[in-house]
C-alpha cells in the first residue's frame, strides 16, 4: 500500500518540480547583476513598424504619437484597421499613419491582419519589421535598441512588454502586474543570461524582413506569438530577449475585460502545454536543438496563479497521506 502510494503521489510530484526548478532558476539568474550595455553608435536599419487594431480609436492616437518621432526618413508606419466597425482607420490617418483596412468574417485573428499588413509593405520592404499593438506606448530609443539588435543578431528580438495597473486599481490588478513583470521580464532576462532564448510576446518584436518566410503568419491561433517564436527556433532563427527596448501597456479596468483577457492568455498557454509540449520537448531532443528545449522548458511553467493552486494541492495533499498512512 505504501509503496503504491509512493508511486502515486511521487510521479506527479516529480512533474511539477520541472517547472518549479526552471522558474527558480531563472528569477535566481535575473537577480543577479549586470553591467549596462554601451548605446549603440551606428546607423540603424531601415524599419516598418505594422500596427495591428481592431476597434482601437480610442486609444491608438497615443501609440502612433509615441512612435512616430523615432521613425527616420525611409521607415514605414502602417496601420492595420482589421475588422473594424468605429473609426479607427480614420484616426490612425489623422495621427500620420499609413493605412490599410481588412474585413474578413472567415478569418479574424492577429495573425491574419499581421499577414495582411506584411503583404503590403512587400513592395518596398523594409531591413526590420517591428510588431506593436495598437494598445501599447513605446520608451524613448525603442526602435533604434530593437532594430540594431535584431539585425546584428540576424534573429527575431523581444523587447521588454510590462503591462502596468491603472491608477487606483484594486490588489487583484496589482497581483496581476507583479506576476506579468515575473513572466515577461525576470524569467527572459535569467535565460538570456545564460545565452538561452525568449518567447515572443506578442507586441515589441522585431524580425529581419529576410527571414518571415521561416513562418506562417495568416493563423488565427489565440496565442501566435508562442507560435511564431518556436516556429522561428525550429528554422535555426531562436528569439533574442532585448531589456533595453521597453513596451508598456495597461491592464483593461473592468473585471469583465480583465477576466477576459487573463482566460485566453491562459487558456491558450496551457492549450500549447498539453498539445505541443510533448512533441516540442522530443523534437528538441531528437535534434540536440537545446534552444528549442529551453523554450520548451520555459513553456512548461504555467501561469502563477495556477503553478501556486498546483504546489498548495500537491503539499496538503502530501501531508493528508502522511497522517493518514
Same mark, same amino acid.
Given at each position: ?18 517547472? =518549479? ?20 553608435r ?8 505594422l =500596427?495591428?487594431?481592431?476597434?482601437e ?18 521607415? *514605414? ?9 468605429? %473609426? ?13 483596412? *481588412? ?6 485573428? !492577429?495573425?491574419y491582419?499581421? %499577414? ?16 506593436? %499593438? ?20 540576424? *534573429? ?16 487583484k ?9 515575473? !513572466?515577461?521580464?525576470?524569467?527572459p ?36 506569438d508562442? !507560435? ?15 531589456? %533595453? ?10 473585471d469583465?475585460?480583465?477576466?477576459t483577457?487573463?482566460t ?14 510533448? !512533441? ?31 504546489l ?5 495533499l502530501?501531508?493528508? =497521506?502522511?497522517?493518514?498512512?
Amino acid at each position: 500500500m505504501i509503496t503504491f502510494l509512493n508511486w502515486l503521489l511521487g510521479v506527479p510530484l516529480a512533474i511539477l518540480l520541472l517547472p =518549479v526548478l526552471v522558474l527558480f532558476v531563472q528569477v535566481l539568474l535575473a537577480g543577479l547583476p549586470v553591467r549596462a550595455s554601451a548605446p549603440a553608435r551606428r546607423p540603424r536599419p531601415r524599419v516598418a513598424v505594422l =500596427v495591428p487594431a481592431h476597434n482601437e480609436s480610442s486609444i491608438i492616437t497615443a501609440t502612433l504619437d509615441s512612435l512616430r518621432p523615432q521613425l527616420l526618413e525611409g521607415d *514605414r508606419l502602417l496601420v492595420v484597421a482589421d475588422n473594424c466597425s468605429d %473609426d479607427t482607420a480614420a484616426t490612425a490617418r489623422a495621427a500620420g499613419a499609413e493605412v490599410v483596412e *481588412r474585413s474578413n468574417d472567415q478569418q479574424r485573428g !492577429k495573425g491574419y491582419a499581421l %499577414d495582411f499588413g506584411a503583404r503590403h509593405l512587400a513592395s518596398d520592404a523594409p531591413d526590420v519589421l517591428i510588431i506593436v %499593438d495598437a494598445d501599447c506606448q513605446v520608451s524613448e530609443g525603442f526602435i533604434e535598441r530593437l532594430a540594431i539588435q535584431c539585425m546584428d543578431s540576424g *534573429r527575431p528580438t523581444q523587447a521588454l512588454d510590462l503591462m502596468r495597473a491603472p491608477a487606483g486599481s484594486g490588489l487583484k490588478v496589482q497581483i496581476a502586474e507583479f506576476a506579468w513583470c515575473v !513572466k515577461n521580464k525576470a524569467r527572459p532576462l535569467g535565460w538570456a543570461r545564460l545565452g538561452l532564448p525568449c518567447q515572443l510576446m506578442g507586441t515589441g518584436m522585431a524580425f529581419v524582413w529576410r527571414d518571415l518566410p521561416l513562418i506562417t503568419l495568416a493563423s488565427g491561433h489565440i496565442v501566435e506569438d508562442l !507560435k511564431m517564436g518556436l516556429d522561428f527556433c525550429r528554422g535555426g532563427k531562436p528569439p533574442l530577449f532585448c531589456p %533595453d527596448a521597453l513596451v508598456t501597456s495597461y491592464f483593461p479596468r473592468s473585471d469583465e475585460g480583465l477576466t477576459t483577457q487573463r482566460t485566453r492568455w491562459e487558456h491558450g498557454h496551457l492549450g500549447v502545454i498539453l498539445g505541443d509540449a510533448p !512533441k516540442l520537448l522530443g523534437e528538441s531532443i531528437a535534434r540536440g536543438n537545446f534552444n528549442l528545449l529551453a523554450m520548451t522548458l520555459d513553456l512548461l511553467v504555467p501561469p502563477l496563479a495556477l503553478l501556486t493552486l498546483l504546489l498548495g494541492a500537491a503539499f496538503t495533499l502530501s501531508w493528508l =497521506v502522511f497522517f493518514l498512512f
